[in-house]
Structure formats: C-alpha cells, structure tokens
C-alpha cells in the first residue's frame, strides 16, 4: 500500500493519533456536562503538573535512543545494550521523580487537595518508563500502536460512560487511562523484546548516569518545549478560579487535540528520514528541508484557518454552552499548529541534525525565562487572554531566533521557488516515490 516508511510511519501513527482523539471526543461532551468546569480544572490542573515528571522519565531517549539504535540496527548486541540503558536508565528516574512527587503532594495545595487523582496520574508514570516507542521507531515497525490504540480507546470510552456518573466519578478517567497505558506499554515492551531478539543486561550505575549526563541538552531542550505548553496553566491558577481555568484548559487542551493528530506523526516520521539525509551530506539534508519547509508551512496554515473559523461551532458542539468563554481563547491560539510546527521543523528537524544542541537549548532556555516572565504579567493583568497570547508570542520568539542564527551560520533552509504549489506537489511526489531509507 505504501511505498515508503515514511509515508507507513504517519498513517501508523496518525491512526493512532486519531484513535486517542476520537473516542475521547466522543466522551467529551458527556463528561463535561457532568464534572463541570471546576473538575475540569481540577483533573487539567493535576495533569499539567505530572507532565513535567513524564518528561523527566522519558527524557530524551526517543530522539537519542532512536538516533543510536537506527544506525546500528544490525548489530543485535549493540542494540540490546542500548535498549537496557535507556530502560534501567528511566527506573532510575522514576524513583528520583517518586521522591519528587512525595513533597510536591505534601506541600502542594492544590494536588494535595485531590490527592486521589494526583497519586493515580503519578503510577501512570510507569508507563513512562516502560515506553517501547524508541525500538520500534528505530526499526521504523509503527503499525502495531495503531491497533493497540482503536482498541484500547474503544474500552475506555464503554467504560467511562459505564463508570462517571456523577461530579465526584472523575477521578475514574485518569484511573482507566493509568491502567490501560501501563498495561499496554509493558505488553509491547515484552512483545518488542522478543520479536527483535533483545536481551535485557546490566548496566553498571556510573554508565547509566553517563549516558543521563550526556543526553542532558536534547532532555532540558525537550523539558522547556514543553514548559511553554503547561506552564501557562500553573501560572495561571495563582490569578484566576477553578472554573476559569477549566475554560482555559479546555480551550488549549482542545487545540493539543488537533496539533497532536496532525503534528506527533509527521513530525515523528519526518526526524529519521532528515537524518538519514544528513548522514550522507549536510547538502543533501538542507535540500530536503528545503522541500519540506513549504509543505509544512501551507499545510499548517489551512488547519489553522479551519480552526479559527469553525472554533464557536467546535466549542459549542463539543463542550456546550457552559463553555462559550473558552471561544475567544481558542481563536487567540488558533494559530498554534503553524506556530508550534515551525519551532519544531527549525529545532528538532534542523538544529538537531546539524547537531546544534546547544544552540538549541540556549534558544529555548532564553525563550521560555522570557515566555514565564510575559505569562505572568499577562495572565495577572488579562486572565485567561493573556495566558492565550503568551503561547504565540514565545513561538514566534524561537522561530525567529532560530531564523537568525541559521543566517548567522550562512544556513539557507528557504528556497521561495519550492513554494509554488506545482513544485510542492512534485517534491512531495519525489519523496512519496522513495522506497526506503537507507
């Protein structure tokens, strides 16, 4: 059916994408209409707050741990080492993270407060650390999590309406997602273990430490991407109410909804084929960002177009009329998916690949001290409004450096005549005609 991984890998991973969209959609209006805003709040707000320990045990091994393994897929001792100290590498991690988690609870207000739910996200955790998307994105093998998905989403979502019945059975909803995640994710690691022949070894302390040290650019890089996405939130909860920050989160949860449908598998597919051209010539790899760039651009700004138009009707079709306070918000962030796209193609996809890690951490360390001082002004002096536009400000920031720097180097990544639309369609034809990466 497909002619290239590429092209495999993004219909996979969209698949799965809208697999966990599509049946939360379907929940969302009912479980809306019964927690209210406030346990929204409450739910989002414990969320965002354990995100930041999903990032800490993921770390960076889905980039590095790919990157690694991709390129010495045939050598199985190799590739059962690396696989080892990225698992025991997370363990590690988790049990730091458990300690964190430990005085957070027991000082923090408002995790403290619904205590239930912060300590359920929090076991969720091991499905962090047991995380096989690394392995089977260095054999370029997606197909599977596309299955696993339709099913699991279908369960939940028979079991949600089954179960939240009323304003206190929330909590249900981070319980079923704890244990179907975790559950999932150790049934894939042990189904990855024996399909790719991998052995799990020790690894001495010191080695895996090492290994943390090093890939710590790529990890604080990742972290402060997502600071930008969740810490809106928490700064937000020190000026307004509950209620208003269920219609916040509603609003950015919503658009996270469409950005990671349309954004994690692209993204996700297109960072081995780049680095496969990088690793034959630094010309070869420019060329195809140069392809690339336009077909991201165009396809962005017509989802962002289409959000921003048909964003009352989403907001009151989905959520009801209760929520009509998160239209404005979802219309400020609208363009977020262009925004966001564009941060990752010049970060991630770029940066990396030249292999500016440092650069880019810099970039996104100076953006995101920038990004918490404006949200805090703006969000005490606009609420919610200010919050929104803090999210495009700091996007446009990092581009914009990003942009700057490259320039500096003497790094073209643009080529204006590959935005004619008769040429996008024949680059994206050249690459859909590729057979495999090599």
């Not at 339709?150 to 009323?166: H, Q």
Request: glycine share 4%; proline share 3%; net charge positive.
């Amino acid at each position: 059916m497909f002619k290239n991984k590429v092209f495999e890998n993004i219909f996979s991973l969209g698949i799965s994408q809208i697999a966990n969209v599509a049946f939360p959609l379907v929940t969302m209006p009912y479980v809306s209409r019964i927690i209210g805003p406030e346990g929204y709040g409450i739910l989002n707000y414990s969320t965002a707050f354990i995100g930041y320990f999903t990032l800490f045990i993921l770390y960076s091994f889905d980039l590095s741990g790919t990157k690694i393994i991709s390129r010495n897929i045939q050598d199985k001792e190799f590739v059962s080492k690396a696989f080892s100290e990225v698992i025991y590498s997370r363990c590690i991690l988790y049990v730091i993270s458990s300690i964190l988690f430990m005085i957070s609870l027991f000082f923090g207000e408002v995790l403290h407060k619904d205590y239930v739910v912060s300590i359920i996200l929090f076991l969720g955790l091991l499905s962090s650390v047991f995380s096989p998307q690394f392995i089977y994105q260095s054999f370029q093998d997606l197909k599977i999590f596309s299955k696993i998905n339709v099913v699991r989403g279908f369960i939940n979502m028979i079991l949600i309406f089954l179960f939240v019945k009323t304003k206190q059975d929330y909590f249900y909803i981070p319980l079923f997602a704890t244990v179907f995640n975790v559950t999932i994710n150790i049934g894939l690691l042990i189904y990855a273990k024996r399909k790719y022949s991998l052995q799990l070894m020790r690894q001495p302390l010191n080695k895996l430490f090492t290994l943390i040290f090093n890939d710590r650019f790529i990890f604080i890089s990742n972290v402060l991407g997502a600071f930008r996405a969740t810490t809106n939130t928490i700064i937000l909860g020190f000026f307004v109410t509950t209620k208003e920050i269920g219609y916040f989160t509603t609003s950015i949860n919503f658009l996270f909804v469409v950005v990671n449908v349309l954004f994690i598998p692209i993204s996700t597919a297109i960072y081995p084929f780049i680095s496969n051209a990088f690793s034959k010539s630094t010309e070869v790899g420019n060329d195809i960002v140069k392809k690339i760039v336009p077909i991201i651009t165009y396809f962005y700004f017509i989802i962002c177009l289409c959000l921003l138009i048909f964003s009352p009707f989403l907001i009151k079709l989905i959520f009801g009329e209760k929520f009509n306070e998160s239209i404005k918000i979802l219309e400020i962030v609208s363009f977020a998916p262009l925004t966001m796209g564009l941060c990752n193609l010049l970060g991630v996809q770029v940066l990396l690949n030249y292999n500016f890690d440092k650069l880019y951490f810099r970039i996104n360390l100076f953006c995101n001290i920038a990004g918490l001082l404006l949200n805090y002004y703006l969000s005490k002096k606009f609420g919610y409004y200010g919050a929104a536009w803090n999210i495009i400000f700091i996007d446009i920031m990092i581009i914009i450096l990003c942009f700057c720097f490259l320039k500096k180097m003497k790094i073209n990544i643009i080529n204006w005549k590959y935005f004619s639309p008769k040429l996008i369609m024949l680059n994206l034809a050249s690459i859909i005609k590729a057979k495999r990466l090599s």
